[in-house]
């Protein structure tokens, strides 16, 4: 089956295709052939199932080929990086039609914004302060949108942003097709369908067999020492087959440390996380995306509703606050149908949280085995090669490199006038007596 078996637009599909996505995901299979035809609905499925092009492709289709200038539809997310994320995919499906797609967030100037609006963008993709915000300037006007999607429901419900949600429904005309889509279901969410709502069809796309985690992902949990974290996630960073990674901390400087301290050990490592500006984070996720930083340690916030699909591997360097967190963390791998691997380290103060957030889930892991970075259970585990140790080496020269070969060599002094410089004071000393001079760099944030 492909995107054309459920009735969509042969360009679209045609946009999907030149990025190699051609066959749907099971949500996407149920969700689309209902939102073509306006009904509302409640998508539930695990987070990385494909729920973006199951609401996208239906609105992209039903705004044509060639729509007129204003905002049409809407779609409200939880964070700021779920925002630039979804309008990317949004932008990449429309690809072949005039349709103009606005992310509309937090952390960066209006004017940027502003100008979208203005020059007639369509759909509109956003976080839910930045966009009352504009709509009470009267820069925004939402009363002519046709179709509404809430994607990520219950972050929301957990980032206390339904009031808001609640809000933005009241600048929307009473006629529109309203979509829900979220992992789980609590009760305000349920409410909140009831409300905004007209009979709207639930989907639900799980295995009965799955249980509550994703049967997709193998997990690790491992009671370890504070000391000894570093070295033991650096030793996992160089596991075979090792790819993306995201490593979850618990606050803002556990996240900035330890970025800088991964960077000095020799590996690509970037943060994210609230401290810093709008800028440093996209610049980081950038980075994390393309490939030129392949470890992303973040604060949980900050990284709610990543959508990076090759993470192979996700860190809980903390224990999760609780089991929705836990999942919310571990979703960020094995997404778009891979596999991945979540490693969860267990501290002994934090040893009651996690039996309640094993519980929960029926992990069955009440007490995670005891692990150190020398444990010999923590390499046949995550396949990591004997021997490994929680450094880098520094990339050799090779045996026929000579002074000019692509850098300067060492001890060089910089050219220039050498009339106007000051004789020394004293004469040189031999080069074999010279003090050694440190070296040390410091990296700015977000690198």
């Given at each position: 089956?492909?995107?054309?078996?459920?009735?969509?637009?042969s360009d679209i599909v045609a946009a999907l295709a030149s990025k190699?996505?051609?066959?749907?995901?099971?949500?996407?299979?149920?969700?689309?052939?209902?939102?073509?035809?306006?009904?509302?609905?409640?998508?539930?499925?695990?987070?990385?199932?494909?729920?973006?092009?199951?609401?996208?492709?239906?609105?992209?289709?039903?705004?044509?080929?060639?729509?007129?200038?204003?905002?049409?539809?809407?779609?409200?997310?939880?964070?700021?990086?779920?925002?630039?994320?979804?309008?990317?995919?949004?932008?990449?499906?429309?690809?072949?039609?005039?349709?103009?797609?606005?992310?509309?967030?937090?952390?960066?100037?209006?004017?940027?914004?502003?100008?979208?609006?203005?020059?007639?963008?369509?759909?509109?993709?956003?976080?839910?302060?930045?966009?009352?915000?504009?709509?009470?300037?009267?820069?925004?006007?939402?009363?002519?949108?046709?179709?509404?999607?809430?994607?990520?429901?219950?972050?929301?419900?957990?980032?206390?942003?339904?009031?808001?949600?609640?809000?933005?429904?009241?600048?929307?005309?009473?006629?529109?097709?309203?979509?829900?889509?979220?992992?789980?279901?609590?009760?305000?969410?349920?409410?909140?369908?009831?409300?905004?709502?007209?009979?709207?069809?639930?989907?639900?796309?799980?295995?009965?067999?799955?249980?509550?985690?994703?049967?997709?992902?193998?997990?690790?949990?491992?009671?370890?020492?504070?000391?000894?974290?570093?070295?033991?996630?650096?030793?996992?960073?160089?596991?075979?087959?090792?790819?993306?990674?995201?490593?979850?901390?618990?606050?803002?400087?556990?996240?900035?440390?330890?970025?800088?301290?991964?960077?000095?050990?020799?590996?690509?490592?970037?943060?994210?996380?609230?401290?810093?500006?709008?800028?440093?984070?996209?610049?980081?996720?950038?980075?994390?995306?393309?490939?030129?930083?392949?470890?992303?340690?973040?604060?949980?916030?900050?990284?709610?509703?990543?959508?990076?699909?090759?993470?192979?591997?996700?860190?809980?360097?903390?224990?999760?606050?609780?089991?929705?967190?836990?999942?919310?963390?571990?979703?960020?791998?094995?997404r778009a149908g891979r596999t991945g691997i979540a490693v969860t380290?267990?501290?002994?103060?934090?040893?009651?949280?996690?039996?309640?957030?094993?519980?929960?889930?029926?992990?069955?892991?009440?007490?995670?085995?005891?692990?150190?970075?020398?444990?010999?259970?923590?390499?046949?585990?995550?396949?990591?090669?004997?021997?490994?140790?929680?450094?880098?080496?520094?990339?050799?020269?090779?045996?026929?490199?000579?002074?000019?070969?692509?850098?300067?060599?060492?001890?060089?002094?910089?050219?220039?006038?050498?009339?106007?410089?000051?004789?020394?004071?004293?004469?040189?000393?031999?080069?074999?007596?010279?003090?050694?001079?440190?070296?040390?760099?410091?990296?700015?944030?977000?690198?």
């Open positions: 089956m492909d995107f054309s078996d459920l009735g969509i637009d190699g996505i051609t066959s749907p995901f099971p949500i996407q299979e149920q969700a689309i052939p209902l939102a073509l035809t306006g009904q509302d609905l409640i998508g539930q499925a695990k987070t990385g199932t494909g729920k973006t092009l199951g609401f996208g492709l239906p609105i992209i289709q039903r705004l044509g080929l060639n729509p007129s200038h204003g905002a049409k539809a809407l779609v409200v997310v939880p964070t700021r990086e779920l925002a630039i994320q979804v309008a990317d995919d949004l932008t990449l499906a429309s690809s072949n039609r005039n349709l103009q797609v606005a992310a509309i967030y937090g952390g960066k100037s209006y004017e940027g914004q502003v100008a979208q609006i203005d020059a007639g963008a369509q759909l509109i993709v956003g976080t839910p302060g930045r966009l009352i915000d504009l709509s009470n300037q009267r820069k925004l006007d939402l009363s002519k949108i046709e179709c509404m999607v809430l994607d990520e429901a219950d972050e929301m419900l957990d980032l206390g942003f339904l009031p808001d949600v609640e809000r933005l429904f009241a600048f929307t005309p009473a006629g529109r097709q309203t979509m829900l889509f979220s992992a789980t279901m609590p009760g305000q969410i349920v409410s909140l369908a009831r409300k905004y709502q007209n009979k709207p069809v639930h989907i639900r796309v799980n295995d009965p067999d799955e249980g509550h985690t994703k049967a997709d992902i193998k997990q690790f949990f491992y009671r370890a020492h504070a000391l000894d974290k570093d070295e033991v996630v650096s030793r996992i960073l160089q596991s075979e087959g090792r790819g993306k990674t995201v490593i979850f901390t618990k606050t803002k400087r556990q996240a900035a440390k330890l970025s800088e301290e991964l960077v000095d050990r020799g590996f690509k490592a970037t943060a994210l996380h609230g401290d810093m500006s709008q800028e440093a984070r996209e610049k980081s996720m950038d980075a994390f995306r393309s490939g030129k930083k392949d470890i992303l340690v973040a604060t949980e916030v900050a990284a709610r509703g990543i959508d990076v699909d090759d993470v192979t591997h996700v860190i809980n360097y903390t224990v999760p606050e609780d089991e929705k967190a836990y999942l919310h963390r571990t979703g960020r791998t094995g380290f267990v501290d002994w103060e934090d040893l009651l949280r996690w039996s309640n957030i094993d519980r929960a889930l029926e992990l069955g892991v009440p007490e995670p085995v005891e692990t150190y970075s020398s444990s010999p259970h923590l390499f046949s585990d995550l396949n990591i090669p004997d021997g490994t140790k929680g450094r880098i080496a520094a990339t050799k020269r090779p045996a026929d490199w000579k002074p000019g070969d692509n850098e300067k060599p060492r001890g060089q002094k910089p050219k220039g006038n050498q009339q106007n410089r000051k004789p020394s004071a004293a004469p040189a000393k031999p080069q074999g007596e010279r003090k050694q001079r440190s070296r040390t760099r410091t990296y700015k944030q977000g690198e």
